[in-house]
């Protein structure tokens, strides 16, 4: 066995003259040279194997399909196919009013159901020009927001680390996830899909004692992101497995129009909340996590994985202030009695969702119905990206490179 | 070879690490709970099965209308001068039969608006949600308190009122086309 570890070789054919590559000194990228110099040598090349990976797969995160065109084990070309989770949102936006929408926004990253509710509320807001409203709707709206960003990265780093292998992180990320939504539940009745933002204000005022608990929350919550890396980030296998697979360069994912963490963790600075404020972000001291490269190239699997797990401390921070500084008021006199906005008018609103921009373009048609309403949905922009990164690696990352760019069927098809 | 052996020893603690983190979770009180034999207690104002107190109900269609997925239906036929059909809890005085009122869960998208817009409260969301049926049509919820043939006959007799009413209509106008027409002749 030795033998084998010591020589520089990598790989040897056994007596059936099947390849055996072996995996043990250090990091996947060793194995994934061996199995490139392997296929090379053994003249695989040209014998092409398409094959189709999901819908129905618990690696894809959803109802994706992947036609993945395999060399041996290394992946030439993925295309993605979508459409199997298509609800027909902007159009069925087309023929019911304003307010009745929100529920529908709801569907798209069911994930983060407020940050979307909020996308869709700004956009109709920017075109009612309803630009002062009450102090306190403005900060229920962060703290839900930021809430929810925990609760998505707390999704997206669980079932990452599920990708990779490690099955613990990921109920404990559940178990933590579960208090969020317990405090989501109090305030608007709802675990998922709240509907809990409005045009003009919000669905519910708080309820007493819900900000002392929500602070109560946050302090449970650090100690046990503090042991969650101990689990799992800073897990030598786990970084031997992820730093060095879906290398994505910086220009690559800005021409690829990539937002949120994906882009963050090549390196570039891009947060809607801190360059282009709106609401009330810019009160709040926070950072921007950019991917930093420890272990590995800048903009790798880990990164995107890491910038996920500083936001989550960013996300903390600003709640702390927000919950500090919530004024008292009244979250209902800002609702409009009718939404209807001049005909004609148009008005596109980007906000920072946790797995990246989303935009909503509406156009009025004088009545209380939309003329055409736009979504730009992150992931379905993130997940173009798939092809770009895992080129070149083998399947076993191909799983790895999905779970790093988090997406959500219900916002690819929307 | 070095690095072999480095490699190993970093695998090996990391994986302590971690195994140490497990090990003291072991003696922490669980989190979940045995489901069908212990509940969650859900909080005030949870969003589940819809419930209308059709004593208060006073057939003003709001609910329907702003419903966004379009899942509750409801007929009324309109009391007659004479009838006394009481009021709601709330004041307001009820002037319609409700001959029908659904409400098909399985389209229900729990989004609360039909509880905001009530101007009685009679409809709101209650705490079940163990609802699930065998057949599809069990999931449509009646709440309308008239028998079917009762309702028929209501709903017949607004049609025929209404057909009198149209008819005598047609009459009249047909007799001032006459005397129209008379009129232009002379």
């Known amino acids: 066995m030795f033998n084998n570890i010591f020589k520089k070789q990598r790989y040897y054919f056994d007596s059936e003259g099947l390849l055996v590559v072996d995996m043990a000194p250090s990091s996947a990228v060793h194995y994934q040279e061996a199995v490139k110099a392997a296929t090379q040598d053994a003249g695989f090349a040209g014998e092409d194997m398409v094959i189709n990976f999901g819908p129905q797969h618990p690696s894809t995160h959803g109802v994706l399909r992947l036609e993945v065109v395999l060399e041996g084990e290394l992946v030439k070309k993925v295309t993605p196919h979508l459409g199997y989770l298509h609800r027909n949102f902007e159009k069925h936006a087309e023929h019911i009013p304003y307010n009745e929408i929100v529920p529908y926004t709801d569907r798209l990253d069911y994930l983060a159901a407020m940050n979307m509710n909020w996308g869709y509320v700004l956009a109709v807001e920017k075109l009612l020009g309803l630009t002062e409203l009450p102090e306190r709707v403005e900060y229920i709206r962060v703290i839900c927001a930021e809430f929810n960003r925990i609760a998505s990265h707390l999704m997206a780093i669980g079932t990452f680390g599920l990708d990779a292998g490690a099955i613990t992180p990921f109920l404990w990320a559940f178990r933590d996830r579960e208090k969020i939504l317990d405090l989501f539940e109090w305030l608007s009745g709802a675990r998922m899909l709240y509907n809990y933002i409005w045009v003009g204000g919000v669905a519910r005022d708080l309820p007493d004692g819900w900000v002392e608990k929500a602070r109560e929350f946050l302090d449970y919550f650090e100690p046990m992101m503090v042991e969650f890396n101990k689990l799992l980030t800073h897990n030598h296998i786990f970084i031997e497995r992820t730093a060095h697979v879906g290398i994505l360069p910086a220009d690559v994912a800005i021409n690829y129009a990539a937002t949120g963490p994906v882009l963050r963790g090549s390196g570039v600075k891009w947060d809607l909340r801190r360059d282009e404020p709106y609401s009330i972000y810019d009160r709040f001291e926070f950072d921007i996590p950019v991917g930093e490269g420890m272990y590995g190239p800048v903009g790798s699997a880990f990164d995107r994985y890491w910038v996920r797990i500083r936001e989550i401390e960013e996300s903390v921070k600003i709640l702390r202030q927000a919950l500090d500084q919530i004024p008292e008021g009244d979250v209902f006199e800002a609702i409009p009695r009718k939404i209807r906005p001049p005909a004609g008018k148009e008005a596109y609103f980007r906000s920072e969702a946790p797995r990246g921009e989303i935009g909503f373009y509406i156009r009025s048609n004088g009545s209380d119905i939309p003329d055409r309403v736009k979504c730009r949905s992150s992931c379905f922009v993130n997940i173009s990206l798939i092809d770009e990164i895992s080129r070149g690696q083998l399947v076993a990352d191909l799983i790895i490179n999905i779970g790093s760019i988090d997406i959500v069927l219900g916002e690819v098809d929307r | ?186």
């Open chain 2, 1 to 186: 070879m070095r690095t072999y052996f480095r490699n190993v020893y970093r695998g090996l603690i990391t994986i302590l690490i971690g195994m140490r983190q497990t090990w003291r979770h072991l003696f922490t009180p669980s989190v979940t709970l045995q489901y069908p034999h212990e509940k969650w207690d859900l909080p005030v104002g949870t969003r589940q099965q819809l419930f209308v107190n059709i004593d208060d109900c006073i057939g003003c269609y709001k609910c329907a209308r702003i419903c966004p997925v379009d899942c509750i239906y409801i007929d009324t036929v309109k009391a007659k001068p004479d009838e006394d059909l009481g009021k709601a809890s709330t004041g307001n005085p009820i002037r319609q039969h409700l001959v029908r009122f659904d409400i098909d869960m399985f389209k229900c998208c729990y989004c609360n608006f039909c509880t905001t817009v009530c101007p009685t409260d009679c409809i709101y969301m209650t705490d079940k949600y163990e609802t699930s049926v065998y057949d599809r049509s069990n999931g449509i919820y009646h709440f309308s308190k008239y028998a079917p043939d009762y309702a028929a006959k209501l709903i017949a007799e607004e049609k025929a009122a209404e057909e009198a009413k149209a008819a005598a209509r047609a009459a009249a106008k047909e007799k001032a086309m006459a005397a129209k027409k008379a009129k232009v002749a002379e």
